[in-house]
Protein backbone atom coordinates (compact mmCIF):
# COMPACT_ATOMS: atom_id res chain seq x y z
CA UNK A 1 0.00 0.00 0.00
CA UNK A 2 1.46 3.39 -1.17
CA UNK A 3 2.73 5.09 2.08
CA UNK A 4 0.40 8.40 3.39
CA UNK A 5 3.56 10.57 4.49
CA UNK A 6 5.46 9.85 1.14
CA UNK A 7 2.64 10.96 -0.91
CA UNK A 8 2.09 13.76 1.62
CA UNK A 9 6.01 14.98 0.86
CA UNK A 10 5.17 14.85 -2.71
CA UNK A 11 2.25 16.70 -2.60
CA UNK A 12 4.36 19.53 -0.51
CA UNK A 13 7.04 19.26 -2.98
CA UNK A 14 5.28 19.53 -6.06
CA UNK A 15 2.83 22.73 -4.25
CA UNK A 16 6.41 24.07 -3.85
CA UNK A 17 7.72 23.43 -7.58
CA UNK A 18 4.31 25.42 -8.67
CA UNK A 19 4.88 28.38 -6.26
CA UNK A 20 8.38 28.45 -7.78
CA UNK A 21 6.77 28.34 -11.38
CA UNK A 22 4.82 31.17 -10.36
CA UNK A 23 6.87 33.45 -9.45
CA UNK A 24 9.77 32.34 -11.55
CA UNK A 25 10.40 36.38 -12.93
CA UNK A 26 11.29 37.22 -9.54
CA UNK A 27 13.67 34.08 -9.05
CA UNK A 28 16.95 36.23 -9.21
CA UNK A 29 15.06 38.08 -6.42
CA UNK A 30 14.95 34.74 -3.95
CA UNK A 31 18.19 33.03 -5.06
CA UNK A 32 19.58 36.68 -3.63
CA UNK A 33 17.11 36.88 -0.61
CA UNK A 34 18.67 33.13 0.48
CA UNK A 35 22.13 33.67 0.14
CA UNK A 36 21.85 37.43 1.99
CA UNK A 37 19.86 34.51 4.73
CA UNK A 38 22.83 32.27 4.55
CA UNK A 39 25.30 34.75 4.80
CA UNK A 40 23.46 37.59 7.83
CA UNK A 41 22.04 35.16 10.05
CA UNK A 42 25.60 33.90 11.29
CA UNK A 43 26.89 37.54 11.08
CA UNK A 44 22.85 38.91 12.99
CA UNK A 45 23.50 36.00 15.95
CA UNK A 46 26.87 37.05 17.01
CA UNK A 47 25.96 40.78 16.66
CA UNK A 48 23.19 40.22 18.89
CA UNK A 49 25.25 38.93 21.23
CA UNK A 50 26.13 42.58 21.91
CA UNK A 51 23.42 44.40 20.95
CA UNK A 52 20.64 42.14 22.81
CA UNK A 53 18.24 43.84 20.07
CA UNK A 54 17.39 41.35 17.06
CA UNK A 55 16.37 44.22 14.41
CA UNK A 56 19.53 46.50 15.34
CA UNK A 57 21.84 43.67 15.22
CA UNK A 58 20.38 42.58 11.46
CA UNK A 59 20.49 46.45 10.36
CA UNK A 60 23.85 46.60 11.77
CA UNK A 61 25.03 43.31 9.67
CA UNK A 62 23.20 44.38 6.27
CA UNK A 63 24.54 47.58 6.36
CA UNK A 64 28.37 45.46 6.25
CA UNK A 65 27.50 43.39 3.57
CA UNK A 66 26.16 45.89 1.36
CA UNK A 67 28.87 48.67 2.58
CA UNK A 68 31.57 46.06 1.29
CA UNK A 69 29.70 45.45 -1.90
CA UNK A 70 29.12 49.02 -2.51
CA UNK A 71 32.69 49.92 -1.79
CA UNK A 72 34.28 47.39 -4.39
CA UNK A 73 31.58 48.30 -7.10
CA UNK A 74 32.01 51.94 -6.73
CA UNK A 75 36.33 51.12 -7.03
CA UNK A 76 35.27 49.13 -10.43
CA UNK A 77 33.37 51.68 -11.92
CA UNK A 78 36.12 54.52 -11.04
CA UNK A 79 38.49 52.04 -12.50
CA UNK A 80 36.45 51.62 -15.52
CA UNK A 81 36.02 54.97 -15.62
CA UNK A 82 39.41 56.47 -15.70
CA UNK A 83 40.68 53.19 -18.14
CA UNK A 84 37.81 54.61 -20.64
CA UNK A 85 38.55 58.11 -20.14
CA UNK A 86 42.12 57.76 -21.64
CA UNK A 87 41.30 55.19 -24.79
CA UNK A 88 40.51 57.81 -26.75
CA UNK A 89 43.27 60.14 -26.09
CA UNK A 90 45.17 56.69 -26.42
CA UNK A 91 43.68 55.58 -29.96
CA UNK A 92 44.61 59.42 -31.44
CA UNK A 93 48.10 58.66 -30.97
CA UNK A 94 47.89 55.25 -33.27
CA UNK A 95 48.42 56.03 -36.75
CA UNK A 96 45.69 53.58 -38.19
CA UNK A 97 43.15 55.43 -35.98
CA UNK A 98 44.18 58.88 -37.37
CA UNK A 99 44.23 57.72 -40.98
CA UNK A 100 40.56 56.69 -40.85
CA UNK A 101 39.48 60.15 -38.95
CA UNK A 102 37.98 58.29 -36.28
CA UNK A 103 37.37 61.36 -34.43
CA UNK A 104 37.12 63.67 -36.89
CA UNK A 105 33.91 62.16 -38.64
CA UNK A 106 31.88 61.22 -35.74
CA UNK A 107 31.15 64.51 -33.61
CA UNK A 108 29.19 64.17 -30.04
CA UNK A 109 26.54 66.17 -32.19
CA UNK A 110 26.08 63.59 -34.33
CA UNK A 111 26.30 60.73 -31.89
CA UNK A 112 23.56 62.36 -30.27
CA UNK A 113 21.63 62.43 -33.31
CA UNK A 114 22.52 58.48 -33.90
CA UNK A 115 21.23 57.79 -30.03
CA UNK A 116 18.08 59.83 -30.70
CA UNK A 117 16.99 57.31 -34.19
CA UNK A 118 14.52 54.97 -33.09
CA UNK A 119 16.91 51.94 -33.10
CA UNK A 120 19.28 54.18 -30.52
CA UNK A 121 15.85 54.66 -29.06
CA UNK A 122 14.94 51.05 -28.44
CA UNK A 123 18.33 50.52 -26.95
CA UNK A 124 18.07 52.92 -24.87
CA UNK A 125 14.52 51.77 -23.52
CA UNK A 126 16.18 48.04 -23.62
CA UNK A 127 18.75 49.22 -21.17
CA UNK A 128 16.43 51.28 -18.93
CA UNK A 129 13.92 48.19 -18.82
CA UNK A 130 16.90 45.79 -17.46
CA UNK A 131 18.19 47.99 -14.93
CA UNK A 132 14.58 48.47 -13.74
CA UNK A 133 14.50 44.82 -13.64
CA UNK A 134 17.49 44.42 -11.55
CA UNK A 135 16.86 46.75 -9.28
CA UNK A 136 13.31 45.49 -8.29
CA UNK A 137 15.37 42.25 -7.92
CA UNK A 138 17.66 43.38 -5.83
CA UNK A 139 14.90 45.41 -3.43
CA UNK A 140 13.12 42.25 -3.36
CA UNK A 141 16.08 40.27 -2.63
CA UNK A 142 17.18 42.68 0.27
CA UNK A 143 13.52 42.97 1.29
CA UNK A 144 13.19 39.16 1.83
CA UNK A 145 16.15 38.24 3.27
CA UNK A 146 15.78 41.06 5.78
CA UNK A 147 12.06 39.89 7.35
CA UNK A 148 13.32 36.65 7.16
CA UNK A 149 16.69 37.02 9.26
CA UNK A 150 14.90 39.60 11.52
CA UNK A 151 11.95 37.84 12.56
CA UNK A 152 14.36 34.51 12.33
CA UNK A 153 11.45 32.95 10.49
CA UNK A 154 11.95 28.88 10.65
CA UNK A 155 9.47 26.15 8.66
CA UNK A 156 7.27 24.83 10.93
CA UNK A 157 7.01 21.05 10.25
CA UNK A 158 6.08 17.87 12.54
CA UNK A 159 6.83 14.82 10.46
CA UNK A 160 9.94 13.66 11.02
CA UNK A 161 11.09 12.53 7.60
CA UNK A 162 10.26 16.22 6.37
CA UNK A 163 12.36 17.50 8.75
CA UNK A 164 15.10 15.25 7.58
CA UNK A 165 14.61 16.54 4.17
CA UNK A 166 14.65 20.08 5.30
CA UNK A 167 17.86 19.69 6.99
CA UNK A 168 20.13 18.07 4.80
CA UNK A 169 18.88 20.65 2.50
CA UNK A 170 19.90 23.16 4.93
CA UNK A 171 23.34 21.92 5.13
CA UNK A 172 23.47 21.37 1.32
CA UNK A 173 22.37 25.47 1.11
CA UNK A 174 24.72 26.64 3.83
CA UNK A 175 27.79 24.28 1.89
CA UNK A 176 26.57 25.57 -2.01
CA UNK A 177 27.03 29.40 -0.35
CA UNK A 178 30.28 29.00 1.77
CA UNK A 179 31.18 27.40 -1.91
CA UNK A 180 30.83 30.56 -3.67
CA UNK A 181 32.82 32.71 -1.29
CA UNK A 182 35.79 30.09 -1.00
CA UNK A 183 36.01 30.07 -4.93
CA UNK A 184 35.70 34.08 -4.73
CA UNK A 185 38.81 33.97 -2.48
CA UNK A 186 40.26 31.09 -4.23
CA UNK A 187 39.98 33.03 -8.18
CA UNK A 188 41.25 35.99 -6.66
CA UNK A 189 44.51 34.39 -5.19
CA UNK A 190 45.13 32.70 -8.62
CA UNK A 191 44.61 36.26 -10.60
CA UNK A 192 47.46 37.57 -8.55
CA UNK A 193 50.45 36.17 -10.47
CA UNK A 194 48.79 36.67 -13.82
CA UNK A 195 48.21 40.38 -13.44
CA UNK A 196 52.42 40.28 -11.98
CA UNK A 197 53.08 38.50 -14.75
CA UNK A 198 51.34 40.96 -17.44
CA UNK A 199 52.34 44.13 -15.43
CA UNK A 200 49.11 45.24 -14.76
CA UNK A 201 49.08 48.24 -12.33
CA UNK A 202 47.49 47.75 -9.12
CA UNK A 203 47.64 43.79 -9.06
CA UNK A 204 46.46 43.77 -5.50
CA UNK A 205 43.49 45.94 -6.50
CA UNK A 206 42.61 43.65 -9.62
CA UNK A 207 42.58 39.96 -7.96
CA UNK A 208 40.56 41.95 -4.65
CA UNK A 209 37.94 42.71 -7.40
CA UNK A 210 38.28 40.11 -9.75
CA UNK A 211 37.43 37.97 -6.36
CA UNK A 212 34.62 40.16 -5.98
CA UNK A 213 32.88 40.01 -9.18
CA UNK A 214 33.26 36.42 -9.38
CA UNK A 215 30.20 36.28 -6.85
CA UNK A 216 28.45 37.19 -9.92
CA UNK A 217 28.36 33.86 -11.82
CA UNK A 218 29.33 33.53 -15.47
CA UNK A 219 30.06 36.94 -16.33
CA UNK A 220 31.28 38.44 -13.45
CA UNK A 221 35.74 37.87 -13.76
CA UNK A 222 34.62 38.73 -17.42
CA UNK A 223 33.69 42.31 -16.90
CA UNK A 224 37.09 43.28 -15.06
CA UNK A 225 39.51 41.18 -17.74
CA UNK A 226 37.88 41.84 -20.83
CA UNK A 227 38.42 45.54 -20.34
CA UNK A 228 42.31 44.59 -19.20
CA UNK A 229 42.64 42.50 -21.96
CA UNK A 230 41.41 45.56 -24.64
CA UNK A 231 43.95 47.47 -22.40
CA UNK A 232 46.91 45.40 -23.34
CA UNK A 233 45.36 44.99 -26.63
CA UNK A 234 45.66 48.68 -27.37
CA UNK A 235 48.98 48.81 -25.50
CA UNK A 236 51.20 46.08 -25.56
CA UNK A 237 50.10 44.21 -28.66
CA UNK A 238 47.37 41.41 -29.82
CA UNK A 239 49.49 38.48 -28.18
CA UNK A 240 49.90 40.07 -25.10
CA UNK A 241 46.07 40.85 -24.93
CA UNK A 242 45.04 37.45 -26.25
CA UNK A 243 47.00 35.27 -24.52
CA UNK A 244 46.19 37.15 -21.06
CA UNK A 245 42.60 36.79 -22.33
CA UNK A 246 42.98 32.97 -22.67
CA UNK A 247 45.03 32.61 -19.21
CA UNK A 248 41.79 34.00 -17.12
CA UNK A 249 39.30 32.45 -19.33
CA UNK A 250 40.80 28.99 -18.17
CA UNK A 251 42.27 29.86 -14.90
CA UNK A 252 39.78 32.40 -13.48
CA UNK A 253 36.54 31.91 -15.26
CA UNK A 254 36.69 27.61 -15.84
CA UNK A 255 38.91 25.79 -13.03
CA UNK A 256 37.78 27.02 -10.15
CA UNK A 257 33.82 26.96 -10.91
CA UNK A 258 34.64 23.12 -11.73
CA UNK A 259 37.08 22.34 -9.46
CA UNK A 260 36.84 24.89 -6.21
CA UNK A 261 32.69 25.33 -6.04
CA UNK A 262 31.47 21.68 -6.82
CA UNK A 263 34.21 20.31 -4.46
CA UNK A 264 33.73 22.82 -1.42
CA UNK A 265 29.75 22.48 -1.52
CA UNK A 266 29.72 19.14 -1.10
CA UNK A 267 28.39 17.25 1.84
CA UNK A 268 28.06 14.06 3.37
CA UNK A 269 24.92 13.63 1.37
CA UNK A 270 25.40 14.96 -2.06
CA UNK A 271 29.06 14.81 -3.73
CA UNK A 272 31.18 16.86 -5.65
CA UNK A 273 29.78 15.49 -8.95
CA UNK A 274 25.80 16.26 -8.11
CA UNK A 275 26.87 18.84 -7.42
CA UNK A 276 28.57 20.13 -10.48
CA UNK A 277 25.79 19.21 -12.64
CA UNK A 278 23.38 20.63 -10.51
CA UNK A 279 25.83 23.92 -11.25
CA UNK A 280 26.18 23.37 -14.85
CA UNK A 281 22.69 22.58 -15.63
CA UNK A 282 21.09 24.94 -13.74
CA UNK A 283 23.26 28.03 -14.76
CA UNK A 284 21.98 26.31 -18.58
CA UNK A 285 18.51 26.47 -17.60
CA UNK A 286 17.80 29.18 -14.91
CA UNK A 287 20.24 31.65 -16.54
CA UNK A 288 22.51 33.18 -13.34
CA UNK A 289 20.17 32.38 -10.73
CA UNK A 290 20.76 28.92 -11.96
CA UNK A 291 23.86 28.97 -9.75
CA UNK A 292 21.49 28.75 -6.74
CA UNK A 293 18.76 26.47 -7.97
CA UNK A 294 20.35 23.77 -10.19
CA UNK A 295 22.24 22.81 -6.70
CA UNK A 296 18.91 23.40 -4.37
CA UNK A 297 17.19 20.77 -6.97
CA UNK A 298 20.07 18.59 -6.88
CA UNK A 299 20.47 18.55 -3.09
CA UNK A 300 16.69 18.39 -2.63
CA UNK A 301 16.30 15.01 -5.12
CA UNK A 302 18.83 13.75 -3.22
CA UNK A 303 17.75 14.59 0.18
CA UNK A 304 14.50 12.91 -0.51
CA UNK A 305 16.39 9.53 -2.08
CA UNK A 306 18.23 9.31 1.32
CA UNK A 307 15.40 9.68 3.62
CA UNK A 308 12.28 7.95 2.05
CA UNK A 309 14.10 5.20 -0.49
CA UNK A 310 17.34 4.38 0.74
CA UNK A 311 16.09 4.58 4.29
CA UNK A 312 13.42 2.30 3.37
CA UNK A 313 15.74 -0.19 1.68
CA UNK A 314 18.12 -0.33 4.33
CA UNK A 315 15.23 -0.92 6.90
CA UNK A 316 13.92 -3.87 4.40
CA UNK A 317 17.20 -5.04 4.34
CA UNK A 318 18.12 -5.20 8.28
CA UNK A 319 14.19 -6.80 8.55
CA UNK A 320 15.25 -9.75 6.15
CA UNK A 321 18.14 -10.27 7.61
Known amino acids: MFDKKLLSTLLVFAGILL ?26 TFLQKYVKMRFPATVASFLIIIGLFAILTLLLVGELRS ?24 SGSELIRNLLTQNGLQIIVKIAV ?16 FVVVWKDVRIPVSDENIKKILSIIDRGITSVVLSLILT ?30 TLLPVIGAWLLYIPVSGYLLLSEGFVNGFAFLILCAIFISTLPDILVRPIAGRTREVGAIPLLIGFTSGLMVFGISGIIVGPLIVIAAIAFYQVYFKSEMVNTGSREG
Open 184 to 213: AIVTGIISIPIYYFFDLPYPLFLATLTGFL
Open 130 to 145: QLGNALLQIFFGLLIS
Open 83 to 106: ELARLPAYLKDQDFYSSLNLFQQI
Open 19 to 44: VIFLLRPLLPAFCLALVLIYVTKPLT
